[in-house]
Nanobody
Framework: QVQLREYGGALVQPGGSLRLSCIAS????????MGWYRQTPGKQRELVAA???????DYADSVKGRFTISRDNAKNVITLQMNSLKPEDAAVYYC????????WGQGTQVTVSS
């Protein structure tokens, strides 16, 4: 049974940091491209960051230099370190596993507000 479970969403002040984690199970994690996406009400889900099976990373322009994605294939975990958070980063953040098909997590809420 495939599972992707996100953790770490919280309320944080602008300029603050947050670390999201996604724990995966039920599939061959190491060969999948893993990513973080986010969605706000009324908008399409958008890519935030992704890391391929070989460790190559890709980031949305809006988060470059502030967010860092990483993966631990031994623990089947990906993380998203988010620094210098802005109000526009507030969203539900989803973990995605992608290869020939895609799996999604349930999401975790990130709120950026003073």
């Amino acid at each position: 049974q495939v599972q992707l479970r996100e953790y770490g969403g919280a309320l944080v002040q602008p300029g603050g940091s947050l670390r999201l984690s996604c724990i995966a199970s039920g599939f061959a994690f190491s060969i999948y491209t893993m990513g973080w996406y986010r969605q706000t009400p009324g908008k399409q889900r958008e890519l935030v960051a992704a890391v391929t099976s070989s460790g190559n990373t890709d980031y949305a322009d809006s988060v470059k230099g502030r967010f860092t994605i990483s993966r631990d294939n031994a623990k089947n975990v990906i993380t998203l370190q988010m620094n210098s958070l802005k109000p526009e980063d507030a969203a539900v953040y989803y973990c995605k596993a992608d290869r020939s098909g895609a799996f999604w997590g349930q999401g975790t809420q990130v709120t950026v507000s003073s």
